[in-house]
Nanobody, 125 residues
Framework: VQLQASGGGLVQTGGSLTLSCAAS??????MGWFRQAPGKEREFVAA????????YYADSIEGRFTISRDNSKNTMYLLMSGLKFEDTAVYYC?????????????????????WGRGTLVTVSS
């Protein structure tokens, strides 16, 4: 499956941005967003179970982001509000196929089989 992320850009502190990730086919059970800031490791942001729409969030998001999906379009979204300078990063979407998951598994980059090219989000202070 190929993943195409889009929607990144430059936004001021406190602003909002919506990222999209379109999948070429439906061969996964879970999709997620990760981000990587310069000089830092890739970190989990949010994920969603595709059949049930259950969301998972990183603690650092603090309720500012909302993940959703559109089954008919095989597309996942990440609505980011109250953006902070420290949210600046390249955001990657990823997916994996497994009927079993856990909170710990869904937060690990190694769990995901498919990755899209990142989209850059820059938050100006």
């Amino acid at each position: 499956v190929q993943l195409q992320a889009s929607g990144g850009g430059l936004v001021q502190t406190g602003g909002s941005l919506t990222l999209s990730c379109a999948a070429s086919e439906r061969t996964f059970t879970h999709m997620g967003w990760f981000r990587q800031a310069p000089g830092k490791e890739r970190e989990f942001v949010a994920a969603i179970s595709w059949d049930y729409g259950r969301p998972y969030y990183a603690d650092s998001i603090e309720g500012r982001f909302t993940i959703s999906r559109d089954n008919s379009k095989n597309t996942m979204y990440l609505l980011m509000s109250g953006l902070k300078f420290e949210d600046t990063a390249v955001y990657y979407c990823a997916a994996y196929n497994s009927p079993f998951t856990s909170v710990s598994l869904i937060r690990r980059p190694s769990t995901y089989n498919y990755w899209g090219r990142g989209t850059l989000v820059t938050v100006s202070s």
